[in-house]
């Protein structure tokens, strides 16, 4: 079974400045989706990002980064020039078997709480 | 804008009663998922239907059941609520290109 670890449970980062949050998982597989999503207050569940496994680039979305190390199985999310509106509970999410038919769930994180320092 | 609708934002229910939370979505996805959100555990996955009828159990099952007898709703159920089943649950569904979108949760009590 897949897991995924995020070892930070909080993290504190001065608006306009950049927060890495890291998110290692283990998987025997070569072919997955890793995510981020983004949870505020509100508790609807946000996607940030979104990586194949099988291209190289490094995915990006405006101020919002990844560093894929698919031998390292590790996916950090960098959040470049961060604001207020950044401030919420970040998960880490694996997904097996993209081009397949079947119904796999998410596997996530823990979660790391990110607070934004004005 | 496409949409999960889960039916209570919160809920508060006793120790033994049978409840039933409700999800909704508009997309056509044949894939709905249930998953239960609790402090410092993330997200689990709790069961999922990838057609009409057809159910699987997810990663903690153990005292839920669900329903999927139209496409675009998936029932899931707590047959004798216990007070370990005080969480929040999010339900989701996937399209074919695999993007899930989430309803905005239950809080469920149980006293």
């Known amino acids: 079974a897949q897991t995924v670890t995020q070892s930070q449970p909080e993290m504190s980062v001065q608006e306009a400045e950049t927060v890495t949050l890291s998110c290692t998982y283990d998987t025997s597989e070569s072919d997955y989706y890793l995510f981020w999503y983004k949870q505020p207050p509100s508790r609807q569940m946000i996607l940030v990002i979104r990586q194949e496994a099988y291209k190289q680039q490094n995915a990006t979305e405006n101020r919002f980064s990844v560093n894929f190390q698919k031998a390292a199985k590790s996916f950090s999310l960098k959040i470049s020039d961060s604001q207020l509106g950044d401030a919420a509970m970040y998960f880490c999410?694996?997904?097996?078997?993209?081009f397949g038919g079947g119904a796999d769930g998410l596997t996530f994180g823990k979660g790391t709480h990110l607070i934004i320092q004005p | 804008d496409v949409k999960v609708t889960q039916s209570s934002r919160y809920l508060v229910k006793r120790t033994g009663e049978k409840v039933f939370l409700e999800c909704v979505q508009d997309?056509?996805?044949?894939?709905m998922f249930w998953y239960r959100q609790d402090p410092g555990l993330g997200l689990r996955l709790i069961y999922f239907?990838?057609?009409?009828?057809?159910?699987e159990k997810g990663d903690i099952p153990e005292g839920y059941s669900v329903s999927r007898e139209k496409k675009e709703r998936f029932s899931l159920i707590l047959e004798s609520a216990s007070t370990n089943q005080t969480s929040m649950y999010l339900c989701a569904s996937r399209g074919g290109r695999g993007g899930y979108t989430f309803g905005s949760g239950t809080r469920l009590t149980v006293v």
């Open positions: 239907s990838y057609d009409v009828k057809m159910k």
């Open positions: 999410a694996y997904r097996s078997s993209p």
């Open positions: 997309m056509d996805h044949e894939n």
